[in-house]
């Protein structure tokens, strides 16, 4: 069963508007985390924000934060005034416990174009 | 700059051949992960190293193994290589072996089997 789910594909969106990136999970654990990774035609992997399902302020970092909705399952991704070099794809991963080890489990990716 | 380096940057390489990534994680992360990338995928989890020790096992073939040395860089070695196998491989290193630490990734070995 799909564990991270990220339901846009593609997404164009015009420069210095806000753009919300979708995001759902499914867990049965108490304790998780979850994170979203930037990726740029570069092809590097850059840590953006995370969460802990604990946390009751949802995390911020500059023009990043993250919608967190605990009983929907949800942590979507905001980024606002956008801009160009924001054009990339864009993960959402969880940590979940398996086997007595932290793993990150990832969503397949939604990639975001800015337009000038 | 992360501070995680892999080499080599390309490889390219026929089907049955055997190919060694290597990783060296940022300054005092202890964790080594290793992840593949194909082409416009999401990252499926190889396997995890912590201190030495191999601490999570993911979707790993079985032609697949990896070690952590005692200087904490990894290497990743795939072997019998299939066309298949092409694809980007990251590493990423933490600070311990779970938990809300980030990841940090290394800028990846685009392996290409020919």
């Known amino acids: 069963a799909q564990k991270i789910t990220q339901t846009q594909p593609g997404m164009f969106v015009q420069e210095k508007e806000a753009v919300t990136l979708d995001c759902t999970y499914d867990t049965s654990d108490q304790s998780y985390g979850l994170f979203w990774y930037k990726q740029p035609s570069s092809g590097e992997m850059i840590f953006l924000i995370y969460?802990?399902?604990?946390d009751e302020q949802n995390a911020t970092e500059g023009r990043y934060s993250l919608n967190f909705q605990k009983a929907r399952k949800s942590a979507n991704l905001v980024i606002s005034a956008s801009q160009l070099g924001d054009s990339a794809m864009y993960f959402c991963?969880?940590?979940?416990?398996?086997?007595?080890?932290?793993?990150?489990?990832w969503g397949a990716g939604t990639k975001l174009i800015i337009k000038p | 700059d992360s501070g995680v380096t892999q080499t080599p940057k390309h490889l390219i390489t026929a089907t049955g051949q055997r190919v060694t990534l290597r990783c060296s994680p940022r300054?005092?992360?202890?964790?080594v992960y290793w992840y593949q990338q194909s082409l416009d995928q999401g990252l499926q989890f190889l396997i995890q190293?912590?201190?030495?020790?191999?601490?999570a096992k993911g979707n790993i073939l079985e032609r697949f193994s990896a070690q952590q040395f005692p200087d904490l860089h990894s290497e990743l070695n795939l072997s019998s290589l299939e066309l298949g196998d092409s694809a980007l491989y990251f590493c990423?290193?933490?600070?311990?072996?779970?938990?809300?630490?980030?990841?940090?990734f290394g800028p990846g070995t685009r392996l290409t089997v020919t």
């Open positions: 969460q802990g399902s604990y």
């Open positions: 991963a969880m940590r979940e416990m398996k086997d007595s080890n932290y793993q990150l489990i």
């Open positions: 990423a290193s933490s600070r311990t072996a779970g938990g809300s630490t980030e990841q940090y």
């Open positions: 190293y912590y201190n030495g020790e191999e601490r």
């Open positions: 300054s005092g992360d202890l964790s």
